[in-house]
């Protein structure tokens, strides 16, 4: 009999009437996309980039003295329903924003007339649209690698009498949702210009299509897509590599990426780098401390800390530009695993001439890192993207510029080149080149998912695990061989409000 509306709320029949109401909801899509990714529920330690992209591999593992249940059952593989990292509902909000406003952005021109301030472009309508269907895809390619199957929800929630609940469609049916929307997006996008490294540009779907496809292991597919992004346009108005543009293995220059002595430029100052496609800002005026657990200068004892592994043999090269511009290299073994990477703190860089390596250096304008620092983590980057190309090149059997591409990274680094003799197959190149994407990209949440892609988790994990196991003394089983647990199961919260839903085996046991 009552309807009484809120007094100090908004309501959604009043939004989406001015260009001022698209800003801030755009504003919001991506910041939920940022809280997901570097700070989950906002509180320390829950950077989800890591936790889903790398924590489970090779890369990280738990600081005993901070370990906490959620970290423990990652280190043996014993994943539960109650995992703190278990949970999608951060993904599926940020898709929700994106359906929202794919919906109601065109409404916007029914109120604000042209020529007023009010009024939103049709250029800038079309171009958030876009971001909104390249932000959905993300998510669901996201959520694809994580979970498999999984609702594709295309509408927004406007009413409480919108049915919450959907069973799961399968994988490669969230996969081809997620190749569709991109598709969308970049016949909607403007091509050739210089789009900021914090949306989603031409470049940036590029990427993402080009993922997809390697993760379905559609090479040619996957070709078309890198070479769509090498002819678009990065934040400084370079074009990444036009040369590469048309003919397979083609181009690739010393010019198209950031310089070995200033390597870590291009994540402390993305927007003046030759190489960026996608960074998430985190600005901590807005957000508070970037404290990521593993790879965060500011994180009071992290719950995790760099593997033995990585550490112990990537230390020990001398040549590798990249190692003092990603870790401390100076110091016991112990308090250097325990510290989190300065990977992507500004400061500067002098190669070293004496063994051992000198340590790195802030610059005098940022003499300690605060809580007050900014973080720029790159979602895509063209590195990144040239040795997943090596990949694909590799699979349709151009060991050739395969082994070009690979080594426009090793040569940057400061690293002899790879040669064809010591090659005799597609696997040995492919091992050289995950090797090469786990230096490279050590922190941004690539690791897991190169395991995965490749279908190396067993051979790479199940020594890792026993040896923990061993060490903790607990029974020693492994990782394990059952491929099923390339998955996460499905937060138990997220069960229960939804009876559609079915969790994954083997977790439902």
Same mark, same amino acid.
């Given at each position: 009999m009552v309807d009484e509306q809120p007094l100090s709320q908004g309501l959604q029949k009043d939004f989406f009437k001015s260009r001022f109401d698209a800003e801030a909801a755009m504003a919001g899509m991506y910041g939920e996309f940022q809280a997901t990714m570097i700070k989950g529920d906002g509180s320390q330690s829950e950077n989800r980039i890591t936790w889903w992209g790398e924590a489970r591999s090779d890369n990280f593992e738990r600081r005993v003295t901070y370990a906490q249940a959620a970290q423990n059952e990652i280190d043996f593989n014993g994943l539960s329903a109650n995992n703190t990292f278990s949970d999608w509902s951060f993904l599926y909000s940020t898709i929700g924003r994106a359906n929202l406003m794919i919906k109601r952005l065109p409404e916007i021109k029914l109120y604000a007339l042209a020529g007023t301030p009010n009024e939103l472009p049709l250029a800038t309508e079309t171009s958030y649209i876009a971001q909104c269907y390249a932000m959905r895809a993300l998510c669901y390619f996201w959520i694809a690698r994580i979970w498999g199957d999984a609702p594709i929800r295309t509408e927004p929630y406007q009413s409480l009498k919108d049915n919450p609940e959907q069973a799961r469609d399968p994988q490669e049916k969230v996969l081809d949702q997620a190749i569709a929307d991109l598709q969308k997006a970049y016949d909607m996008m403007a091509k050739n210009v210089n789009s900021p490294v914090w949306t989603i540009g031409e470049a940036a779907i590029c990427a993402t299509m080009a993922d997809i496809y390697m993760w379905r292991k559609d090479y040619p597919n996957a070709t078309i897509w890198f070479k769509n992004l090498f002819k678009a346009k990065g934040p400084t108005g370079k074009v990444y590599n036009?040369?590469?543009? %048309?003919? /397979?293995g083609t181009g690739g220059v010393a010019a198209d990426l950031q310089t070995g002595p200033t390597w870590n430029a291009q994540f402390a100052s993305p927007t003046s780098s030759v190489e960026s496609i996608f960074n998430i800002h985190w600005d901590y005026i807005s957000n508070g401390c970037a404290c990521m657990s593993g790879i965060s200068l500011t994180t009071n004892n992290s719950v995790t800390r760099?593997?033995?592994g990585i550490w112990s043999t990537w230390r020990t090269n001398v040549t590798d530009?990249?190692?003092?511009?990603?870790?401390?290299? %100076?110091? /016991?073994?112990?308090?250097v695993r325990d510290a989190p990477i300065w990977k992507f703190y500004p400061g500067t860089f002098?190669?070293?001439?004496?063994?051992?390596?000198?340590?790195?250096n802030f610059t005098a304008a940022i003499p300690a890192v605060t809580t007050s620092t900014n973080v720029y983590i790159p979602v895509y980057r063209l590195s990144d993207m040239y040795l997943l190309y090596a990949e694909a090149l590799n699979q349709l059997g151009d060991q050739t510029n395969s082994l070009k591409y690979v080594n426009l990274i090793r040569v940057r680094a400061n690293l002899a080149p790879l040669l064809a003799v010591n090659f005799p197959d597609k696997r040995t190149l492919e091992t050289a080149i995950l090797q090469e994407r786990q230096y490279e990209l050590y922190g941004?949440?690539?690791r897991w998912f190169d395991l995965v892609r490749t279908d190396r988790v067993i051979e790479v994990m199940e020594p890792i695990v026993r040896a923990r196991q061993t060490l903790a003394g607990s029974s020693v089983t492994g990782w394990g061989t059952d491929k099923r647990k390339y998955y996460w199961p499905i937060n138990r919260s997220v069960l229960n409000s939804n009876r559609l839903l079915t969790q994954n085996e083997p977790y439902n046991n």
């Open positions: 036009l040369a590469g543009s %048309v003919t /397979t760099m593997a033995e530009f990249r190692i003092k511009q990603t870790f401390n290299t %100076v110091g /016991t073994a112990t308090a002098v190669p070293p001439t004496t063994v051992p390596l000198t340590n790195y941004e949440g690539k």
